[in-house]
């Protein structure tokens, strides 16, 4: 619906706004940069993955919601990945992530 980044409307295909992370301590680092697992995964997107790790780099998130298909873990639990009628997205890099963001393409293609 709308992105903290920019302070701007989005086309509104997930009705859930764009946050900004705000680090609770001193090792809370923004932005995030690194390997993080994503868990819960639902959906053909993540056929054949369990607990896989992925690469993010990213300030913002979206928060859970009922379209979140994935999550992830950092300063709070957020979408890693929402679905919803045709639409995914991810919040990590796929084309980043090896193997893992391999068959998560690969998956997309025959879904």
Excluded at 41 to 60: Q, R
Aim: aromatic fraction near 14%.
């Amino acid at each position: 619906r709308h992105s903290e980044e920019g302070d701007v409307d989005c086309i509104g295909i997930f009705d859930v706004d764009v946050k900004r992370f705000q680090p609770q301590k001193h090792e809370d680092k923004v932005p995030a940069m690194g390997w993080n697992e994503i868990y819960n995964l639902k959906t053909e997107l993540y056929k054949g993955l369990s607990h896989p790790y992925s690469y993010f780099v990213h300030s913002y998130y979206v928060p859970l919601c009922e379209e979140t298909i994935a999550k992830a873990d950092y300063i709070l639990p957020y979408s890693a990945s929402l679905h919803k009628d045709n639409f995914y997205t991810c919040q990590f890099h796929p084309e980043k992530s090896g193997k893992v963001g391999e068959q998560i393409l690969k998956n997309f293609l025959e879904i």
